[in-house]
């Protein structure tokens, strides 16, 4: 079955370095998210992704954070220059194939992201 | 603005009988409604799913329940097993390629 792959699984960064954090959505799929959780927190929404923009995104989603999808296979999450209070796992999902109808978002196993 | 609720944050059930996990929610415009699983270490595994058109959706052991007047889904699984031991949490969309809501989760324990 197909599935969302993410890379790293575990990036430890210093604050102030800038990180990328990197997933392969499934490949049919038409919409890409990215999502986080601090630890014992909910899992929050970051920003979705269709036909190359940001088709939406939330408050935590500022000016520090950017998305690419540079080629036809990798969606990327960027934190320009990493705070403490960013440390949390981040969950790349894509959803969509374009047939109609509501579908489910599947979710890639996480990078833990991990500021010092 | 807590969208989407998950007011127990464990159950323990015996294995065998039923575990009902509940979710609330206070948007009205949601019309999309899903159940993910979560073991440690892994992301969020697709259950079972609801469109606000149905009040029932049933696939094998898993069954969800969609009360719209009350903003109010459960799940139930029947019968429980260990393996079922895990994070479960609800979320819910207004629409394909919009952003879910997740609830907080609750942690359900299937004693053997």
């Known amino acids: 079955e197909p599935e969302v792959t993410q890379t790293p699984s575990h990036q430890v960064t210093q604050m102030g370095q800038e990180v990328i954090l990197r997933c392969v959505p499934i490949?049919?799929?038409?919409?890409f998210y990215w999502y986080r959780q601090i630890l014992g927190q909910k899992v929050e929404f970051l920003v979705s992704f269709y036909n190359n923009e940001i088709s939406e995104k939330s408050e935590i989603f500022d000016d520090q954070f950017s998305v690419e999808r540079p080629d036809g296979s990798n969606f990327t999450l960027k934190i320009r220059s990493t705070k403490l209070e960013d440390s949390a796992m981040y969950f790349c999902a894509s959803s969509g194939t374009g047939t109609g109808g509501n579908q489910p978002q599947h979710f890639g196993d996480g990078t833990r992201l991990s500021i010092l | 603005d807590q969208q989407v609720k998950q007011n127990s944050p464990s159950l323990s059930v015996q294995e065998g009988r039923i575990s009902i996990l509940n979710c609330d929610y206070t948007?009205?415009?949601?019309?999309?409604f899903l159940w993910y699983k979560k073991y440690p270490a892994e992301g969020p595994t697709f259950l079972i799913s609801i469109s606000s058109i149905k009040d029932k959706n049933e696939d094998g052991r898993f069954t969800v329940f969609l009360n719209k007047s009350a903003k109010h889904l459960s799940l139930h699984i029947v019968p429980s097993q260990p393996g079922d031991s895990a994070v479960y949490f609800c979320a819910a969309s207004e629409n394909t390629g919009n952003q879910f809501y997740f609830g907080t989760g609750t942690s359900l324990t299937v004693i053997p």
């Open positions: 490949s049919n799929h038409l919409y």
């Open positions: 948007n009205s415009m949601f019309d999309y």
